[in-house]
């Protein structure tokens, strides 16, 4: 099978965008444990993450094998709402994450102490679930609006490789974090990673709105708007390697209808401009002042 390089590229992105970010809360909280000599309580969390794991794993395939059991136009229709959901989750996620980056660390060492001082193995591992699982939803439905919308043949099954390789690179990375390392730049990675992102979240929206052109649900902006396909022909067909790769990562096609166009280049203007513009940081928080023994 010939490696499907824009699919591959796509679901790696996604998995090593979304895998750092759940690799790094797994690491702060076990590298808390171990400075806090709480070091026996690490498996705790790590099973905790890998129940996370694989619930998330269970529910894109159950999403995957529904879309693939409808016929026509429901199979669009499932199609095109799971698409619009994928492009949804990951803009809020996007947005989320901008917003959380400065103080998620001590949010969860927070929850770590409340646990520890409740004398909870349970707390720590379900803190971890709840911890991964958040990024694991989103991650399935991100990887399944993709892996529906790649028109490629095998093109879903190189998502699932590729997001399998980012993930054991987050996770990789989740391991030199808990070690102490420093050199990755996080902020610049979440920025830059981000921006990707929101390109493969436009492709999403635009390939949902085709779907709904294809069965007669919007009616406006149908019309052709360009053809570049003797240029750079998006399908398998037209022999352009350069064109499916682009259209498995950012859903390029060289011949958009008016509609696709539109959403396509509204969600990038107006996406981009938000996640871009300067963060306001809030106060530090105070921290928790610990209540006297009485003795």
Request: no cysteine; aromatic share 10%; glycine share 8%.
């Given at each position: 099978m010939t490696i499907d390089l824009g699919a591959f590229s796509s679901g790696l992105l996604t998995g090593l965008r979304e895998g750092v970010e759940a690799a790094l809360i797994v690491a702060i909280i076990c590298a808390y444990l171990a400075r806090t000599g709480n070091r026996r309580h690490i498996p705790k969390v790590l099973a905790g993450a890998g129940l996370a794991i694989a619930l998330s794993a269970?529910?894109?395939?159950?999403?995957?094998?529904?879309?693939?059991?409808?016929?026509?136009?429901?199979?669009?229709?499932?199609?095109?709402?799971?698409?619009?959901?994928?492009?949804?989750?990951?803009?809020?996620?996007?947005?989320?994450?901008?917003?959380?980056?400065?103080?998620?660390?001590?949010?969860?060492?927070?929850?770590?102490?409340?646990?520890?001082?409740?004398?909870?193995?349970?707390?720590?591992?379900?803190?971890?679930?709840?911890?991964?699982?958040?990024?694991?939803?989103?991650?399935?439905l991100f990887l399944v609006g993709q892996a529906a919308s790649t028109s490629a043949e095998g093109g879903a099954i190189w998502v699932l490789v590729g997001a399998i390789v980012g993930l054991l690179i987050a996770a990789v990375l989740g391991v030199g974090f808990y070690h102490g390392s420093r050199r990755l730049n996080l902020s610049s990675f979440f920025r830059w990673t981000g921006v990707a992102l929101v390109f493969?979240?436009?492709?999403?929206?635009?390939?949902?709105?085709?779907e709904l052109i294809e069965i007669g649900l919007i009616t406006v902006g149908t019309q052709t708007l360009f053809d570049v396909s003797t240029i750079l022909p998006h399908d398998p067909d037209g022999g352009s390697l350069l064109g499916q790769f682009l259209a498995a990562l950012f859903g390029y096609t060289s011949t958009p209808e008016v509609a696709t166009f539109a959403v396509w280049l509204t969600y990038i203007v107006v996406v981009l401009a938000l996640f871009l513009r300067p963060v306001k940081r809030g106060p530090a928080p105070k921290p928790a002042v610990s209540e006297p023994v009485q003795g």
């Open positions: 269970v529910l894109g395939i159950a999403i995957y094998a529904t879309v693939g059991s409808f016929e026509e136009p429901y199979e669009q229709l499932f199609e095109a709402a799971t698409l619009i959901l994928a492009a949804g989750v990951v803009t809020w996620m996007l947005f989320w994450m901008r917003r959380q980056a400065a103080s998620v660390k001590g949010e969860l060492q927070a929850k770590v102490d409340r646990a520890l001082n409740d004398g909870s193995a349970i707390a720590l591992a379900f803190l971890a679930f709840v911890a991964v699982i958040r990024e694991g939803v989103e991650t399935s493969i979240a436009a492709g999403l929206l635009s390939h949902a709105v085709h």
